[in-house]
């Protein structure tokens, strides 16, 4: 949702006649859009800010803005003031929107600009976008949370549940595609409870479908889910359309039912493995992906060892594992049996032993397969190779035709690997 918004920020400064820099310390504008989900990505904003800084003192004229989560919180957006004077314009989640006439005020008066509100009655349309890519893209179809975990900043700094009209986002998809925009993200805090808040009879599962239906796209994902809300319906629309990919990310945070209720999540244990043994069974290849917190507050030992039976019951392919971290505000952060850190560190190492395991096992069949890869570009780590993703969300990185750039195709893995898979193209775009 975040790189979402900071692709909604470059269209608007496009629009605005604003250009990329070839390097921060030479733009004439620098943003640093935070996250609050965890207490390291706020600790990396604050020190981003300290070293922006630095360049606006060379460059006295560069505009430095912060927006995201972390400006909903009012004791942070004091603290920013406090330490960094310096700091242009401060505005939130909810006016995001709003940032060319922020801009505009700003450069007519010169004056620093706070301009955060508490909430947003609806979302906003016809934001432009500058996406990452030309032929993938994400496409909100909602915000906000209504689930209130009780770990999470989200509800407090994105606000309420609102879901876009569908018409809206099948517009917004079918010019995608017209554009040459072969595969979509939908996108939400909680996409499986998409339309509830609509009341003209609209949920996930039928917006699935009907997406399925726009020519031109090949590829759709979603995410994120929580497991409470992930319906049969959805995982038969998984199943029967051809452009859903077999791919869907299922938050599952622990194992142990007792924390689960805790953390003001809705299902056990046996309820979540359930889930993935049902999704398993209708979507053949099906790639699962979790988060898992460690370290939740009165996690004891025996809660940890459910946590790792659950990851051998569900076999995840992928999980980002997270040590829990106090957000300020939040019921969590006030429970009074928290984890030291240490047992956090260890439970970590072992859950991670556990998944690493997995992961490992489960692509290990992929080798001298041939799969469908959408070839995204360079490949990061070497730059003569490309990178791309199969129709799960699993990383390859391979040998192949770099005009192929935005198109799928036929790639031989000729190593499986824990966290990607390496490979050759075989030919041309596959059918
Ligand atoms: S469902 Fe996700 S975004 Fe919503 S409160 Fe829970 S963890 Fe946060």
């Given at each position: ?17 604003w250009t990329p820099a070839e ?72 006016n995001l929107h709003r940032f ?222 997270f040590i829990y971290s106090k ?105």
């Amino acid at each position: 949702m975040n790189e979402n918004d900071s692709e909604k920020l470059a269209g608007m400064l496009r629009q605005i006649g604003w250009t990329p820099a070839e390097k921060a310390e030479e733009s004439g504008l620098i943003i640093v859009n935070t996250c609050s989900v965890r207490e390291n990505a706020d600790d990396r904003a604050f020190g981003n800010i300290g070293k922006f800084k630095t360049y606006k003192r060379k460059n006295p004229d560069m505009i430095l803005a912060v927006c995201g989560c972390m400006m909903q919180q009012p004791e942070i957006v004091a603290e920013l003031r406090q330490k960094h004077p310096q700091v242009d314009i401060i505005f939130g989640t909810h006016n995001l929107h709003r940032f060319p006439q922020i801009l505009g005020n700003f450069i007519a008066a010169g004056e620093q600009i706070t301009e955060i509100w508490d909430e947003s009655d609806a979302v906003v349309e016809d934001i432009p976008v500058e996406n990452k890519y030309p032929f993938k893209a994400y496409v909100t179809i909602m915000q906000g949370c209504n689930n209130f975990c009780s770990y999470c900043i989200v509800p407090y700094t994105r606000g309420r549940e609102h879901s876009r009209q569908p018409e809206r986002i099948l517009d917004e998809i079918r010019g995608l595609a017209d554009r040459g925009v072969i595969e979509v993200t939908l996108l939400g805090q909680n996409v499986n409870s998409y339309g509830n808040d609509l009341e003209i009879g609209i949920d996930f599962a039928t917006l699935l479908r009907q997406v399925n239906e726009i020519d031109g796209i090949r590829r759709i994902r979603f995410m994120t889910s929580n497991p409470k809300d992930f319906t049969d319906d959805v995982i038969a629309a998984m199943a029967q359309c051809e452009k859903v990919m077999p791919s869907c990310h299922l938050a599952m945070q622990s194992g142990s039912t007792r924390v689960i209720r805790r953390m003001n999540r809705h299902y056990t244990k046996e309820e979540a493995i359930a889930l993935v043994r049902r999704i398993r069974d209708e979507v053949p290849g099906a790639v699962i992906t979790t988060d898992i917190i460690v370290g939740f507050p009165g996690e004891t030992e025996e809660d940890f060892q459910d946590t790792l039976d659950l990851v051998r019951a569900c076999r995840f392919d992928s999980a980002f594992s997270f040590i829990y971290s106090k957000r300020h505000g939040t019921p969590a952060a006030e429970m009074e049996d928290q984890i030291p850190d240490e047992i956090k560190h260890d439970r970590l190492n072992r859950l991670l032993e556990v998944l690493h395991t997995v992961s490992a096992q489960i692509n290990a069949p992929f080798q001298d397969q041939t799969v469908d890869v959408l070839v995204e570009g360079p490949s990061a780590r070497d730059a003569s190779r490309l990178t791309g993703r199969t129709a799960g969300g699993k990383l390859v990185n391979f040998t192949g035709n770099f005009d192929d750039i935005g198109r799928i195709v036929p790639v031989r893995i000729d190593k499986a690997g824990t966290f990607s898979l390496t490979g050759v193209q075989t030919a041309a775009e596959a059918d």
